[in-house]
């Protein structure tokens, strides 16, 4: 329990918010060099304060100063940045059934990064172990050491209590439920690691990369299962037991009568998923299995295919309406194998959405596809490390193990 | 447009969030006596800060010393703390039918109220001139004049833009459309005016004076509309336009054919919301129209009525379904007329959302009535304009024009 107890409050975004000392952080992320007097202006923090933090960073190596190109006479003042190079960061994207690794600089661009066949069900310490493993022999090939490591974020592919990082329930992690997988990460590659459910940390990327100005973004993804990541008011909101954005198996009027997997019937994932959308093209004869096969179908202009998967957009519009008028969002960005049948999957959401939408969310809503596209969830599971690793409590404990 | 010109980020709750200054205020505004030493480590702030904004709040007459029960010996330091009777806010709940007035001290406490019938329809001048003149009534009965106002807060029967205090195609509201509300009203007043849809308002006020620490909130008003104040991470969330919560018109199953007053068929409000229920009443034979005859209805233990309430409960519960899957709260609290009909409105919404939500989210979800009951909205109001009147901008400005 130590490596809970060290990253109690820091690890929830609103705590962070909450703390006048965190804002440095948040303005050294961006990279942008600056001096001491812009720091404090920039914060309200006072210029001892902003001195103690920088010291801290400045020994650990996370923080120099950087020369300046224009000089005005007289000595100008330093200006420091963060130093995106000193440090990595380990992101992992785990799915039922592929690993996606990649280490990463302290502003999240990928330095090197690796994929593999990882069956989710060969339990937590098969899979875990695969990614300790193929984290050593990255940082290997880029000439690093596990002491190079500050941070690792983790996506799962199941509901995910986020202030533990452990599963809850998940439905296609048979092994994983309860199991603490920040403690058993740790205790291999001692640093913070953060756990999160994989569409929360593909809304992350998502908008990391593609929409960094949009406060108000749902990104959904459409693939195995259907879940939706949620950005309000510019933070992502996990709710009050981690799993908001779990609309899977909210009821949607075509599902009548049809099981799902979770018991209940009529379920948005027992009739639009990747499986649900092949099982009914079986039934017409195709001999496809998953959603990539839809796609494939889709793509060489099967018209049964895209008849299916326009539906499957209208059955998940059905759900995105309320969901619109809830949160009322400018953008909703889609991903997920499904979503890589394009435009004919968006029709259906934008059919059902703006005709049933009230007017006033949909005039402004844009509804597209995901444009960071695969690489999204690491980029979020590398952001979710960055921002605990460069908070203040993480930074105090990196000082004291140092 | 000069109000709205002096308003324009500080009435954003994530650009107040996110100044080191507005800390302080937060700290003041429950009203507990500090030090500046306190006020300075619990908020980061430079200590020099922390004298410029306690000297500006004095100098208002807003903040003072409290003097110390407790002696050391030795100088004690001065403990400051918000002289929460210095200045009045007037905060205003008007609705289709209704307007309820009060004046509050800065801690949102009513001082004095009133009730008035208005006809929302009567349109904006007309109604805001009835509000102008109870403030001044109301100000002269607490022996005050304008000059002791610091701020209004409005809560109206329809979406508001929240950014500029404009009402966006109201659709119970004629000539309301794009009114300058705050504009109007601080031509009268002279003081910042805050201006939000009611259920918003009910929401924060709901919270401020029931579930004060519960982060994951939602209330829902069941009345002549239907809609949904959300907090999420300790946040109101207005979305991109300000509508979030506008979950009256999503479709469902029961409604199929039946047409709303939106142009629309099959909406919530066309089967669960007072009206609704009464026209289905009626065609039993049952002379009522509105909400409360309905709950009157049922307090004399009518079979029909009681069994009508909970279907429309079940109603409200397919889509909450969809609410609490999206975004997980811990608590929803009914208000409204109709869920003054007490437990059978509740069952029919508990009935559907324990039995169709994902265990999780459910697990630990409490579906309440409001506890606050009717003085939420002015509760709301009150902090509305509170919350504002002492952000650094508007004090700023309220020191500029003194």
């Known amino acids: 329990m130590w490596f809970n107890a060290a990253m109690p409050d820091t690890t929830r975004p609103s705590a962070l918010g909450s703390t006048g000392a965190s804002e440095l952080f948040q303005l050294l992320r961006d990279g942008q060099p600056r001096t001491r007097a812009e720091l404090a202006a920039m914060t309200g923090l006072a210029r001892s304060t902003v001195a103690l933090r920088l010291d801290s960073l400045g020994e650990l190596g996370l923080v120099g100063p950087v020369a300046d190109a224009v000089s005005t006479g007289g000595r100008p003042p330093t200006r420091v940045a963060l130093l995106r190079s ?7 994207d785990l799915g039922a059934s592929h690993g996606h690794l990649a280490l990463t600089d302290l502003l999240g661009e990928e330095l090197v990064s690796r994929r593999g066949v990882v069956d989710i069900a060969d339990g937590p310490e098969s899979v875990l172990g695969w990614v300790v493993d193929q984290a050593d022999e990255l940082l290997a090939e880029l000439g690093k050491s596990r002491a190079d490591l500050i941070g690792v974020g983790v996506g799962l592919p199941g509901p995910v209590q986020f202030t533990t990082g452990r599963p809850v329930n998940p439905p296609i992690m048979p092994g994983w439920d309860g199991f603490d997988v920040p403690g058993w990460v740790r205790r291999h590659l001692d640093v913070p690691v953060l756990v999160d459910n994989d569409v929360n940390i593909m809304a992350l990327g998502e908008r990391t990369r593609s929409w960094a100005g949009t406060d108000h973004f749902l990104f959904v993804k459409v693939a195995t ?15 009050a037991q981690g799993i908001a954005g779990d609309i ?7 599902g009548e009568g049809i099981a799902c997997h979770c018991g209940s019937t009529g379920c948005l994932e027992a009739v639009a998923s990747g499986p649900a959308v092949a099982a009914a093209l079986r039934r017409e004869g195709h001999d ?7 796609v494939e179908l889709v793509r060489r202009g099967d018209v049964g295919a895209i008849q299916a998967v326009r539906q499957a957009g209208r059955d998940l ?4 309406t309320a969901c619109v008028n809830m949160v009322n969002p400018s953008v909703i960005a889609l991903g997920g194998s499904l979503a890589q049948a394009g435009e004919h999957l968006l029709a259906g959401v934008r059919e059902v959405v703006y005709q049933r939408s009230v007017p006033l969310a949909t005039e402004h809503l844009s509804i597209v596809q995901s444009r960071t596209g695969d690489g999204a969830a690491l980029v979020g599971a590398s952001m979710l490390a960055i921002h605990h690793a460069l908070s203040p409590a993480a930074l105090d404990e990196l000082a004291a193990a140092g």
Chains 1, 2 share one sequence.
């Open 248 to 254: 899977g198996h909210v009821r949607v009027p075509r």
């Open 288 to 294: 496809v299995h998953t959603g990539r096969d839809v």
């Open 225 to 239: 299962g259907i879940g939706a990541g949620i950005i309000s008011g510019g933070r992502l909101q996990r709710g």
């Open 317 to 320: 519009g059905e759900v995105l």
């Open 86 to 92: 000193a440090r990595v960061v380990l992101a992992a």
